[in-house]
């Protein structure tokens, strides 16, 4: 395989008679402005205008180097991709023995550190993979091509009872995804370290389940082992919600509410939500621009009331769970809970996404948002907690391991070649869970 996984439209570089190598400062300018724009304002907050301003030049100037904005998200996502090429390339054997455990722990070590390096693109990543852009399939394809590396070192240590290439996925899309927490400050004052060693336990039990307790004692690894999770106030909503909107409004005057507020949904799920204009939403409801502004007094009005809707699911779904037990032989009830949480994740992924990223100046949507994910994890600490353990064990940071897995893996499983049906992907899911948290690990 390449170590090249990216393929870049033709431009102007400093190899080209055009430019010259006298541009290839000139390049970097561009590139390095861009990263910090991209950090401050997104990828889709980020202007090819905004990017020349910041570079000292004009657009005509930057277009020499690079056709578009695209093109400059490729180059970095270029340089990240080939760090992340070089770590797989390293990885030593892996297996139920010190030496795997080692191999894995200095894996997932080298790319927490990567993701350090290059933190800017990945939680941009994050954004743009969820997103319709012209970028989105070349990230689709890095990490095809990423997995695929990593399932043929799977392959070489003979595992039991899952496919490769569905382990590599796993793999790759939890410590995406847990480093994608640490980033956005989402881990509960945990450091680094002591997440990197948490998430070993879990992926050499969910790996190789048959490993001794003795393997896992092996390392010296920062687990803190105790703590709880406290929920933040949650913000005043009063006549913001949609029961507070409709309360007094005609039968046909609530219809047209709710239709807003779904399209409104549908829309910030597609494009996200600072791509999304209140065109969209009327467009996508079938009504007039008079017509939302008769109920709405701005887009973020309408994301506060989605917000609200998103944040009293979530609760709901945060008391399901602590009925649930992921331990149980009879997994009727964590498939029920799995995949009412899977709908619930595709229907509020645009309102989830506003608050993650930050993209909406609300403080009523941070803590919601806040609140929403403080419940959950407060939850899945609860499902985690009571099973007795021989092994290092972090209670809540195998409850953010576990949040990763409900609220990445399913999606993970639809973005294969080909895709994962609902009911592969809960499967996948559940047996994630129960080898990695459930495994009765020999002495």
Known sequence: ???????????????????????????????????????????????????????????????????????????????????????????????????????????????????????????????????????????????????????????????????????AMTMTALVHRVNLFIHTDRVYGRETQSIVDALSVFLQLFLFPETPASVLHSLKLRTVGTGVITLPDRPSTEGLSLADRTDELTKRATNTVRALVEAGAQQFRAKGYHRTSVDDIVDAAGFARGTFYKYFSEKQDLLTTLCIESANCALELAQDLRKINFADPDDTGSRQWLKAFVAYMEHYAGSIDAWTERTADSKIVHGLGAHGQASLDASLLTVLSPHPRNYPFDPILSALILRAIVVRLPEAAREMEPPLTLDESIDLTLTAIQRGFFTAVED
């Open 1 to 167: 395989m390449s170590e090249n996984p990216i393929y870049r439209r033709a431009s102007y570089g400093p190899s080209s008679p055009e430019v010259g190598t006298r541009g290839a400062s000139t390049r970097r300018r561009i590139i390095e402005v861009s990263l910090e724009l991209f950090a401050e304002h997104g990828f889709f907050g980020t202007s090819v205008d905004a990017i020349a301003k910041a570079a000292d030049m004009s657009r005509a100037t930057l277009y020499q180097y690079f056709p578009g904005k695209d093109e400059i998200f490729l180059e970095l996502l270029d340089e990240c991709g080939r760090a992340l090429f070089r770590v797989a390339r390293r990885i030593g054997p892996l297996g139920p023995t010190e030496v795997g455990f080692d191999n894995l722990n200095w894996w997932l070590g080298e790319w927490s550190w990567v993701f350090e390096k290059y933190s800017t693109m990945f939680v941009q990543w994050a954004v743009v993979a969820t997103s319709e852009s012209t970028v989105k399939p070349e990230i689709n394809r890095f990490v095809a091509n990423y997995n695929e590396r990593v399932s043929r070192r799977l392959e070489e240590s003979k595992l039991a009872g899952i496919e490769p290439r569905l382990a």
